[in-house]
């Protein structure tokens, strides 16, 4: 029985997955794959740490170098994560003909075009599944199944440590803290979790989505991003009132010569079918010129969703070491010489409804001012909500809108706020809602 030699390099959540699955399920990977997948190294600086994993004597060592140098080693497993090291350790492995699969949305999300550069050239295979939505297969379902397909567009729950708050915030007004801090205890948020929160891990996974998806280099750096940090209780409570959930949503739409991709919390109607994914699910609706719509489905983090990726990673790379057919797939799904340098639109030149909560004083006249403004820059109100009544104090007054155009929003809102009989800054929500047309 063919040996394929693989080199693990970080331990941690995801990566103690990997190996509980290579090990555990070895037999029934070697039924598939015809071959052994043998983990010959697992490196890690943390040696001490019990994973509940029996290592054979002399695999589990502290130096990942050693193991991206071992010329015995065909792929490399990147688990490490971060821009550091990790970026360092996968150049190296490429230089030196190793196929690599990582997790790392981060590093691919920012230096993905280089690394991408230096595995073609040097003739590897580079997969990363589990860099995008843990288990789901959105990587293998642009980068093979849908190319037959324009991608025009999608929309997805894409980090699953905020999909779980607001979930939870929903269901039963859990504190944001608490849950956040249960996340953090099951193993779904990043080692730094202000990039869940922020947003930012979720741009990273859209940055790859969306030039996999359009045939771009990725651009990370363009990206509106806005996290769910200033998601206050009310706001989820007058959403669920108008037919609507809060979702971070990651959207990218085909707009001619440009992409529109951007991650913000946003309201969707309860028929939309990404407002029933709860917890720590992720999905992502994609639609395309031949398939119409499609949504795939499943665990965007923890442990073992998210190794199982790695692993169906780790057998592609192996079939294809067993075949002789590495570079069969092009790593961001078009031909390189075919991937183009498409800009993203900036957020100002959005137009999408809107979703405005103003705290203002109840006196007549208030009303009439809030509205002239918003209709000097063009924003036709759907309707109008007041919620309470206060004889002293400011109250919500909460708006709903028909299209409108983002510049124009921002400027209005800030004149709104100037206002002496409004308080605090107003709130804006974007809302995403086929069943609204204008
Ligand atoms: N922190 C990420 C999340 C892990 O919560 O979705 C998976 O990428």
Known sequence: MRKINVGLLGCGTVGTGVAKILIENKDVIRSRVGADLNLKYVADIEMQRDRGIRFDDGVFINDAYKVVDDPDIDIIIEMIGGEGV???????????????????????AVHGNAIFKAAMEQGVDLAFEASVGGCMPIIKSLRESLVGNHIKSMAGILNGTCNYILSRSTDDGSSFEAVLAEAQKKGFTEADPTLDIEGVDTAHKLAILTSLAYGMEINFKDIYIEGIANIAPM???????????????????????????????????????????????????ISGDAIGNMMLYGYG????????????????LARNLLTGSSGRVPLLSYQMNNISKIPVIPVDEITTHYYFRFSALDRPGVLSKISGILGDYEISIKSVHQKGRKTKGFVPIVMLTHLAKEAGVKKALSKIFNLDVVSDKPVLIRIEDENQED
């Open 86 to 108: 990790a970026k360092d350790l996968i150049l190296r492995a490429i230089d030196n003909g190793k196929q690599v699969v990582t997790a790392n949305k981060a590093l691919l």
């Open 235 to 285: 706001d989820i409570d007058f959403a669920g009132q108008f037919g609507y959930k809060i979702k971070l949503l990651a959207i990218s739409k085909d707009v001619g010569n440009a992409v529109d991709a951007r991650v913000h919390p946003t309201m969707i109607p309860f028929d939309n079918p990404l407002s029933s994914v709860g917890g720590v699910l992720n999905a992502i609706t």
């Open 301 to 316: 983090a923890g442990m073992m969703p998210t190794a199982s990726a790695v692993v169906g990673d780790i057998v592609d």
